[in-house]
């Protein structure tokens, strides 16, 4: 595969991702940030970890994974998990970069991306590392898609599996139904 090839699959692959986590910024009623943050600390220690919420996106993916192209079970996991924090958020979310979100990070965060006050630009960058986390975490989640088509079960995606893949990622972007 060439590098331009490469970077079109990597950019379908991506926009399949960004598709199923946009529905996650809608916050619930009265204080949205504190209540949001609460959601997402699984373990109630006030702090949100990396770990705790890899735990949270993985389930609303699975979710999603298992809804398959049932529309109505799509809906349901979206709204089960409509305060999950993305984990783009999250680091961006974590101003000091030591992988947990305080309160105080979550509500500057929220405060800006959620409420929209104040200028993007105000958020925190997403570091180098930032970046390494997010491409992993991420892969994980490709690699679940992909290996749905790894027909001879041998954990690896040759070229006519990747073909199959593409073509069902395809389909389902012009809106019919995969084979
Ligand atoms: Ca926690
Ligand atoms: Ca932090
Ligand atoms: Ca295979």
């Known amino acids: 595969m060439g590098r331009a090839d490469m970077r079109a699959w990597v950019t379908a692959l991506m ?7 946009v529905s996650s910024t809608i916050s619930g009623e009265g204080d949205g940030a504190t209540a949001r943050f609460g959601v997402n600390d699984l373990d109630s220690n006030g702090k949100l970890e990396l770990e705790e919420i890899k735990k949270v996106n993985r ?4 979710a999603l994974l298992a809804a398959g192209n049932d529309s ?3 809906k349901n996991a979206e709204q089960k998990y409509r305060d999950n924090l993305p984990m783009r958020s999250f680091l961006i979310a974590d101003a000091n970069d030591d ?12 405060e800006i991306d959620v ?5 993007i630009s105000d958020l925190p960058k997403l570091s180098e590392k930032d970046v390494e986390v997010y491409g992993a975490f991420k892969s994980e989640w490709h690699w679940i898609l992909l290996l749905a088509f ?3 079960k ?3 995606i040759d070229e006519k599996e990747f073909s199959a893949y593409m073509i069902a990622e395809e389909m ?3 809106g019919y139904k995969a084979k």
């Open 99 to 110: 992988y947990v979100v305080t309160l105080n990070e979550f509500e500057a965060w929220y």
């Open 72 to 74: 109505k079970a799509i």
């Open 59 to 62: 389930e609303y993916r699975s």
């Open 150 to 152: 790894d027909n001879d």
């Open 172 to 174: 389902k972007a012009a």
């Open 15 to 21: 926009l399949t991702v960004v598709a199923c986590s």
């Open 154 to 156: 041998d954990k690896r």
């Open 115 to 119: 409420n929209g006050k104040g200028k």
